[in-house]
């Protein structure tokens, strides 16, 4: 019962720090991450796993700290025990401790091997994706399925990407900026680029972010698996207009994926 008699103050203090605590972690929950629309469901799961672990040493370690700051504090004349140390305890947390890392350490590898270094099904769709300060250029393949030459020396303003115009299999070769376009179910490799600085392909809802690196192409794949609307984000600070650089991604159903392409090419011819 002493150790329940504290002022008002303290009181306080403990209610403000339980309510930042239980309101963090709710909206932590509530507002993180959009529900999974792609196939790396693993990603999730392991930062489900994550959540957990961390969350019951955080808790543990703080509580217990809180604990003993209220329990040995001046108001109460309770004095503490000095122990120098303990062999069983220091082997215990850091046996633990490693354990722990090292069985993540082994998930994280396997799930980086199945979501990022496995090579994507054959019939996937390739698209382009060309960051600059501040947008996304997104080129798709015609009918084809081959992309036509791309030369530096051909960017401009209305070419973005340098579409070589004397290479026939560029011709139908359809480019969008901002809007990225993917038909739901069909795998698709995204090799991403980039004109100037270093920026960061995100789209939260499909769990997918990949660094654009000028002078590099990276490729990163996955399944959409749900039509919809997604926001991509750069995650990368890129620069003054950084948090201007954001496109939608739009899954829709192949026909109408294909309708969309084909109305861009028109557009081309017509110009
Ligand atoms: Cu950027």
Known sequence: MKLLKRPLEAWGMFLIFALIVVIGTASFFIKWMPPLASNRISIDQMMNVLFIITGIFFVLVQGLTGYFIWKYSDQNKERSTYIPGSYALEVTWTLGTAIILAVLGIWGVKVWKKTVIQAPPPNALQVEVVAQQFSWSFLYPGPDGVFGKLNPKYISFLNPLGIDPKDSAGKQDVWTKDDLY???????????????????????????????????????????????????????????????????????????FQKELAHLRKEDEGE
């Open 182 to 256: 993917l038909p739901v179910g069909k795998p698709v490799v995204l090799r991403i680029r980039s004109l100037d600085v270093v920026h960061s392909f995100f789209v939260p809802a499909f769990r997918v972010k990949q660094d654009a690196v000028p002078g590099m192409t990276i490729s990163t794949w996955f399944i959409p698996e749900k039509k919809g609307k997604y926001e991509i984000a750069c995650s990368q600070f890129c620069g003054r207009g950084h948090y201007t650089m954001r496109g939608t991604c739009f899954v829709v159903s192949n026909v109408r």
